[in-house]
């Protein structure tokens, strides 16, 4: 146990870096109910930004990757992705008080990438010189998808099971309700409007132009030098309204609370340990070991809720964004400092 007081003291270190403390500042805020606010037009700019500048990234580290390097990552990302909507069903959506759609639908959300909790965790690795894979925003899609699809399938398999059973009927898996040619679809439309969501869009634009175009210049000389102040504004304005959501968790089932609170540490326990494999596998870094661990410990705040909303439109948004949003986002990126210490400790960074 000699090394808990190291990891206590990276938790503090980390958590006075501005990353984190603009969180805090924010939560503090909201808290004493300031009236300051950021219009929404300056928030989704600066998302939209601060995407393009990950995708860049990530696509110019693509063109000189081993191919190897990335597929073994990429593919531990969306086994994660589907192992937490997996772990979701099995606990949350079993809870008394918690209906098998809204369960699912929140550990959709919580299996899926928060753009914003990546961005935070690149940033903290950036200002301690820490390395990781310059294509680690490609894993982003692999995890988010996969989740995403995994939680809306589950719940429409659910309520077709359901429905079936109050008619008296049986569910056939060739076809017709719930059937294979169903179930294709719902895939489909899923992908179709993953990838048509503001925030996929721009880390995908950025990917393709980072990997077939020339970007260098314009990434060095725009993205990059304005990519921590970005930041930190998203942040001043994640702290805000991750404290405006916790009311949003006042009229569903107390499952919500426990789950939200718990379920960003063991979900990047999972991602952690996926990341230790990939580095014995292949050399992965400790710092991406890292971030694989904060996009499984993060939540969907951007284009997951949408997707969920559309796919699952009886699904209860005060349930899985309250859970995701209020508790869910704040946790994943105060446990940045974790993630980081037990990756000195493990790998050594």
Same mark, same amino acid.
């Given at each position: 146990?000699?090394?808990?007081p ?11 870096k501005p990353?984190?403390a603009?969180?805090i ?10 009236e300051?606010s ?7 700019f600066i998302v ?13 580290a693509?063109r000189?990757a ?7 990552p ?5 086994i ?6 997996l772990?979701?069903g099995q606990t949350?959506a079993?809870?008394?008080g918690?209906?098998?759609? %809204?369960?699912?639908a929140t ?7 928060s ?10 690795? %950036?200002?301690?010189g ?7 925003g ?17 719940a429409?398999?659910?309520e077709?099971?359901?429905a ?6 049986t569910l056939?898996m ?7 040619g169903?179930t294709?679809?719902i895939?489909r439309s ?7 969501s503001?925030?996929?869009?721009a880390?995908v ?10 970007p260098?210049a314009v ?6 030098p ?5 930041l930190?504004?998203?942040m ?8 405006s959501?916790?009311s ?8 919500y609370?426990g ?5 960003p540490l ?10 230790l494999?990939?580095?014995?596998l292949?050399g992965?870094s400790?710092g991406?070991?890292?971030?694989l661990?904060?996009?499984?410990a993060?939540s ?7 997707t ?13 964004i309250?859970?995701?949003t ?14 980081i210490?037990?990756a000195?400790?493990m790998?050594g960074?």
């Amino acid at each position: 146990m000699d090394f808990l007081p190291d990891i206590l003291a990276t938790i503090v270190e980390q958590a006075q870096k501005p990353t984190l403390a603009f969180l805090i500042g924010g939560m503090v805020l909201a808290a004493m109910r300031s009236e300051l606010s950021v219009p929404e037009p300056v928030y989704k700019f600066i998302v939209t930004l601060l995407l393009l500048k990950v995708g860049l990234n990530a696509g110019i580290a693509i063109r000189e990757a081993d191919l190897v390097a990335l597929l073994v990552p990429a593919g531990f990302a969306a086994i994660t992705g589907i192992a937490i909507v997996l772990l979701g069903g099995q606990t949350l959506a079993r809870m008394r008080g918690v209906s098998k759609t %809204d369960g699912l639908a929140t550990a959709g959300l919580f299996g899926a990438v928060s753009a914003s909790t990546l961005a935070a965790g690149m940033a903290v690795l %950036d200002s301690d010189g820490i390395y990781y894979e310059g294509f680690i925003g490609a894993l982003y899609p692999f995890m988010d998808i996969a989740a995403l699809v995994t939680a809306i399938v589950l719940a429409r398999l659910a309520e077709a099971r359901k429905a079936v059973a109050a008619g008296g009927g049986t569910l056939v898996m060739g076809g017709g309700s719930g059937g294979n040619g169903e179930t294709g679809e719902i895939v489909r439309s899923i992908l179709v409007s993953t990838f048509r969501s503001a925030a996929v869009s721009a880390l995908v634009l950025g990917i393709g132009l980072g990997i077939f175009a020339r970007p260098d210049a314009v990434y060095e000389s725009f993205y990059e030098p304005l990519f921590r102040g970005l930041l930190s504004i998203l942040m001043l304005i994640m702290g805000m309204e991750a404290w405006s959501r916790l009311s949003e968790l006042r009229g569903v089932a107390h499952a919500y609370l426990g789950y939200a609170l718990a379920a960003p540490l063991i979900h990047g326990a999972i991602g952690f340990g996926f990341g230790l494999l990939a580095h014995q596998l292949t050399g992965f870094s400790a710092g991406g070991t890292v971030l694989l661990a904060v996009m499984a410990a993060s939540s969907s705040d951007i284009s997951g809720p949408p997707t969920i909303r559309g796919a699952l439109p009886e699904a209860n948004p005060s349930a899985y964004i309250g859970a995701s949003t209020g508790i869910g986002t704040p946790i994943a990126i105060l446990s940045i400092p974790l993630w980081i210490a037990l990756a000195d400790v493990m790998i050594g960074l």
